[in-house]
């Protein structure tokens, strides 16, 4: 198992690794990572390997080897490849890493004014959307979204994580929104994510990156609300 330095701290931009395997594939498993591995929507992190002697290694993408623990550093073809036993200097594209984390702690806002359950989603660097089971279009407003999403972020509410245990989630399943993407269980704990004091904004069990307070996610805009199929709206939000 990888340890996750990022579930720790998000703002963790680069970190120094032991190479524990390298498969044929470009994939390139470390004992420890701050690179994110795709997952809840959240794409995987870009980035480089430094390795001595053998110069930069890109990482196009991060990913879960099969058994869900293990994280695989994805090289495209061609690249210089380190060693097992190697030891890297891991460093993300922080550019694109702090939007996803931006994006991510807005798609939290939207899911907390829209009071209707969660079917997907998918976080981009540039824009974030959500897909919500509403019948009655007339209960969402793009104009009136868009202002509460930016009044929630202007008020600079603190984001805060804390861990419960799988047993806890299980007694309060008023926590979990997104059916469609179930919360990071197995381990025996979940992260909860709230934002405002006590979560009184949002709570919900989250595995992603999140920034330390809305203020940092800056001025968004709803930019469309599309309807997909009978009960869904897919609702879109950009960067303003
Ligand atoms: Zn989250």
């Not at 891991?90 to 209707?116: E, G, I, Q, Y």
Request: net charge negative; hydrophobic share 40%.
């Amino acid at each position: 198992m990888t340890e996750q330095l990022y579930r720790a701290n998000a703002y963790l931009r680069d970190c120094e690794a032991r190479v524990l395997a390298v498969n044929e594939r470009g994939g390139i498993v470390l004992d420890r990572t701050v690179f994110y591995a795709s997952a809840g929507g959240q794409p995987g992190d870009k980035g480089v390997l430094e390795i001595d002697g053998v110069g930069i290694c890109p990482i196009a993408t991060t990913v879960y080897d099969a058994d869900k623990a293990t994280i695989v550093h994805v090289a495209p073809e061609g690249s210089a490849l380190p060693s097992p036993g190697q030891a890297v200097h891991a460093v993300l594209d922080w550019d694109t890493r702090v939007k996803l984390m931006r994006m991510h702690t807005c798609l939290h806002l939207l899911c907390a004014l829209v009071k209707f359950p969660v079917t997907g989603g998918q976080v981009g660097a540039e824009e974030g959307r959500l897909d919500f089971d509403i019948e009655d279009a007339s209960a969402v407003d793009k104009d009136r979204l868009t202002a509460d999403l930016n009044a929630l972020i202007a008020a600079d509410h603190p984001v805060s994580e804390r861990w419960i245990t799988d047993a806890e989630l299980e007694a309060n399943p008023g926590l979990v929104r997104t059916m469609a993407v179930k919360p990071p269980m197995g381990s025996g704990r979940v992260r909860l994510v709230g934002i405002g004091e006590d979560g009184v904004v949002d709570l919900q069990p989250c595995g992603g990156t999140h920034v330390r307070s809305t203020g940092e996610i800056g001025r968004v805009a709803v930019t469309r609300i599309e309807k997909k199929g009978k009960l869904n709206r897919r609702i879109r939000v950009a960067f303003a």
